[in-house]
């Protein structure tokens, strides 16, 4: 995966103000569907706070609305970052943010529990073969890449 700088990313949330603030404005619009653009002003808004929640979604973290490190980072590089290899019997939260991309591409996961079981390998298979990856159940940096591209699809849509 991509490194990038994150070393001068502040955490900006609801209320933050200032330049670095514009920085991230201005990277949230070059992914935003021209709808969801954020007025570049500095001030970290309602609006500013909607946009990260939707890059948080395009690049599967988790959706807060907090442009923290791994926000940063995610923006920086243009794709998702730092992510683990998932496979049948991971669990936790990585694993039900790629249950729900699935499911709202209309691949069935199942519940969105944080278990990744037969179905949501399952719907991983169908993906990857859709996708023309390879068909192996698991998701490493090419089908995390592969999802992240449906869930900007998704949001752009």
């Known amino acids: 995966m991509v490194a990038a700088n994150t070393t001068n990313d502040p955490t900006l949330k609801l209320g933050s103000e200032g330049e670095k603030v514009k920085e991230l404005q201005k990277l949230l619009n070059k992914r935003l569907n021209r709808k969801d653009d954020v007025k570049v002003d500095g001030v970290f808004g309602p609006k500013t706070e909607d946009g990260v929640k939707i890059i948080q979604y395009q690049f599967l973290l988790k959706q807060d609305g907090i442009a923290g490190p791994l926000t940063w980072k995610s923006l920086r590089a243009n794709a998702p970052v730092d992510k683990p290899t998932l496979r049948r019997g991971s669990t936790g939260e990585q694993v039900s943010i790629v249950q729900k991309v699935l499911e709202d591409g209309g691949y069935d996961t199942g519940a969105i529990d944080g278990n990744f079981g037969e179905k949501t390998e399952t719907a991983v298979k169908a993906f990857q073969k859709d996708k023309k990856l390879v068909v192996d159940g698991i998701i490493?940096?090419?089908?995390?890449?592969?999802?992240?591209?449906?869930?900007?699809f998704l949001t752009v849509d």
Do not use: M, P, V
Request: no cysteine; glycine share 8%; aromatic share 8%.
């Open 140 to 152: 490493g940096d090419k089908t995390w890449d592969a999802l992240s591209k449906l869930a900007t």
